[in-house]
């Protein structure tokens, strides 16, 4: 009977060393799928962050050359070291912007198991559609009456004298004052702007304070005259798009937003000068698209996947 306990203790303690062993084993492989799944996850994040980035910021080139856009996706993913791994770029000029990466991740324990690498993808697109809110726009308004023509000279008014119906709109944005108003004209209105929005329309004479304003940004502008493709050219102006909300016969005291577009600033205003001389453009900006809103060449960009 205690030879056979002994033979039975043997066993038990030989049964338990396999059994650890196992598990150790066992143990040892999730710990290593798992640091491999590590990083396949964290290779396919910088990844789709990297595809994020350049839909996006190509996206911004849409109503330019497509050379632009091209050229805008292969310097965002060689900042993202990425750019080797562009396999599809898909640009449709005026409305969106596809990019698709696909790279080859190594693997450290998998390849005990015959899987040397494992493929990731990522794919973004960005879609350019009609702005609808925004901040930062300029105390100017253009009714939605008037044809805009890109790149072609307008004189948007900043009184009520000898004007032709549509193209007088000076707004109290945050309120009346032709300090605030001044203020508005240099910097941007710093709240949101928003498609139907009733906005009160400036009284008084405000020309001097106009022509001070666009002087400041004319003399704020670093680029030459004329070069309206930098984004952070202060000549460059949002304003809203109007339709007449309250008017009377000779007075238009409220206006109605129904979407923005940008005007470049072409020249200053001179001591007699009561109007704004400069040209419409199209160009993506930081707003936030909305349906319904005008098509006046402002748009803003969301990704769509």
């Given at each position: 009977m205690?030879r056979?306990?002994?033979?039975?203790l043997?066993d038990?303690?030989?049964n338990?060393?396999?059994?650890?062993?196992?598990?150790?084993?066992?143990?040892?492989?999730?710990?290593?799928?798992?640091?491999?799944?590590?990083?396949?996850?964290?290779?396919?994040?910088?990844?789709?962050k990297?595809?994020?980035?350049?839909?996006?910021?190509?996206?911004?080139?849409?109503?330019?050359?497509?050379?632009?856009?091209?050229?805008?996706?292969?310097e965002?993913?060689?900042?993202?070291?990425?750019?080797?791994d562009?396999?599809?770029?898909?640009?449709?000029?005026?409305d969106?912007?596809?990019?698709?990466?696909?790279?080859?991740?190594?693997?450290?324990?998998s390849?005990?198991?015959?899987?040397?690498?494992?493929?990731?993808?990522?794919?973004?697109?960005?879609?350019?559609?009609?702005?609808?809110?925004?901040?930062?726009?300029?105390?100017?308004?253009?009714?939605?009456?008037?044809?805009?023509?890109?790149?072609?000279?307008?004189?948007l008014?900043?009184d009520?004298?000898?004007?032709?119906?549509?193209?007088?709109?000076?707004?109290?944005?945050?309120?009346?004052?032709?300090?605030t108003?001044?203020?508005?004209l240099?910097?941007?209105?710093?709240?949101?702007?928003?498609?139907?929005?009733?906005?009160?329309t400036?009284?008084?004479?405000?020309?001097?304070?106009?022509?001070?304003?666009?002087?400041?940004?004319i003399?704020s502008?670093?680029?030459?005259?004329?070069?309206?493709?930098?984004?952070?050219?202060?000549?460059?102006?949002?304003?809203?798009?109007?339709r007449?909300?309250?008017?009377?016969?000779?007075?238009?005291?409220?206006?109605?937003?129904?979407?923005?577009?940008?005007?470049?600033?072409?020249?200053?205003?001179?001591?007699?000068?009561?109007?704004i001389?400069?040209?419409?453009?199209?160009?993506?900006?930081?707003g936030?698209?909305?349906?319904?809103?005008?098509?006046?060449?402002?748009?803003?960009?969301?990704?769509?996947?």
């Amino acid at each position: 009977m205690k030879r056979f306990a002994a033979a039975w203790l043997r066993d038990e303690r030989g049964n338990a060393a396999v059994l650890v062993g196992l598990a150790l084993l066992l143990m040892l492989t999730a710990t290593g799928l798992v640091m491999d799944g590590g990083a396949m996850y964290a290779a396919k994040s910088h990844l789709q962050k990297a595809a994020n980035a350049a839909a996006l910021s190509g996206a911004q080139e849409l109503t330019g050359e497509e050379t632009d856009v091209r050229s805008v996706v292969e310097e965002i993913l060689a900042k993202h070291g990425e750019q080797a791994d562009l396999t599809m770029e898909d640009v449709k000029m005026g409305d969106s912007l596809r990019v698709h990466l696909r790279k080859k991740v190594p693997l450290g324990f998998s390849r005990l198991l015959g899987k040397e690498e494992a493929t990731v993808e990522a794919e973004a697109a960005a879609r350019i559609s009609p702005m609808g809110s925004a901040e930062g726009v300029a105390p100017l308004g253009i009714d939605e009456s008037i044809p805009l023509e890109f790149n072609k000279t307008y004189k948007l008014k900043v009184d009520s004298s000898g004007v032709e119906a549509g193209y007088f709109g000076v707004l109290a944005l945050g309120g009346p004052g032709a300090s605030t108003y001044e203020s508005n004209l240099r910097y941007g209105y710093q709240s949101e702007i928003k498609l139907g929005d009733i906005i009160d329309t400036q009284t008084g004479n405000i020309a001097g304070k106009t022509r001070d304003g666009i002087q400041w940004r004319i003399d704020s502008d670093p680029y030459p005259s004329g070069d309206y493709s930098h984004r952070d050219s202060p000549r460059v102006i949002l304003i809203p798009v109007y339709r007449p909300y309250n008017q009377t016969s000779n007075q238009l005291k409220q206006i109605q937003v129904t979407g923005f577009a940008y005007f470049y600033i072409a020249e200053p205003m001179s001591s007699k000068d009561t109007s704004i001389t400069g040209m419409f453009i199209e160009r993506t900006g930081t707003g936030y698209a909305q349906p319904g809103a005008d098509v006046k060449g402002a748009y803003a960009i969301r990704l769509i996947e």
